[in-house]
């Protein structure tokens, strides 16, 4: 089983629709998580972090930790074409790049 | 553009080949990272530097060489690379290895086909 799982998509979705998109994990011990967006050509940049359980918003974004179920989601408000990217999430026991674990990443597509 | 800057943007090498693959940044960050980004698969991470020494090698094969001379610039010389190598490498920066919350500044990678 992998440590992160990330459905790869990939998600089309209508412009102002709201976009939720997920990961679970298996290792309880997760502490740190983030997302990251990727577009096209790009490499990753980092859009949101959370430590621990519970909820965080940023503007459009808002990023959500349930660790009973060991499961993140990230939301996007009024989506918007240039939302198109792909998303990864990422976490860690512990702070520290060798600990770092992605998911697989989620190709999201807003359709004008 | 990012500050993390990687050269060549594309890359085309025989399994004979030797070829280098450069990064450089100039956000003053401390850490520097290589990281594997294949179809379907999550990101790999290959090496990791603090200071310009290497704290981490994630059981690459020797085929892949890191060299870190400054806190600026990260190389990854390769040789006999197999087409199972083909990916985009990424190089990363960070203040230092452990700052999630200010994230890793990406580079936009180099595109390797191994032929």
């Known amino acids: 089983q992998k440590e992160v799982e990330q459905d790869p998509g990939p998600l089309s979705v209508p412009e102002g629709a709201i976009v939720s998109l997920n990961c679970t994990y298996s290792?309880?011990?997760?502490?740190?998580f983030m997302w990251y967006r990727q577009y096209s050509r790009k490499g990753p940049e980092l859009l949101m972090y959370t430590y621990s359980s519970g909820n965080k918003e940023d503007g459009r974004f808002t990023a959500q930790v349930d660790k009973s179920s060991k499961y993140i989601s990230l939301f996007i408000r009024d989506s918007q074409p240039s939302d198109s990217a792909t998303y990864l999430c990422?976490?860690?026991?512990?702070?520290?790049?060798?600990?770092?674990?992605f998911g697989q990443g989620t190709r999201l597509t807003i359709n004008p | 553009e990012t500050g993390v800057t990687q050269t060549p943007r594309h890359l085309v090498m025989g399994m004979t080949n030797k070829k280098s693959l450069k990064c450089e940044q100039h956000l003053g960050h401390n850490a520097m990272y290589w990281y594997k980004q294949s179809a379907k698969k999550p990101l790999e991470l290959m090496f990791v530097y603090n200071f310009k020494e290497q704290t981490e090698n994630n059981s690459v094969p020797s085929r892949f060489s890191p060299e870190c001379p400054n806190s600026s610039h990260l190389f990854l010389h390769l040789h006999t690379l197999q087409p199972e190598d083909s990916a985009l490498y990424l190089c990363?920066?960070?203040?230092?290895?452990?700052?999630?919350?200010?994230?890793?500044?990406f580079g936009s990678g180099t595109r390797l086909t191994v032929v």
């Open positions: 990363a920066s960070s203040q230092d290895i452990g700052a999630f919350n200010y994230g890793y500044t």
């Open positions: 290792n309880s011990a997760f502490q740190y």
């Open positions: 990422a976490m860690s026991i512990i702070q520290g790049a060798q600990k770092l674990v």
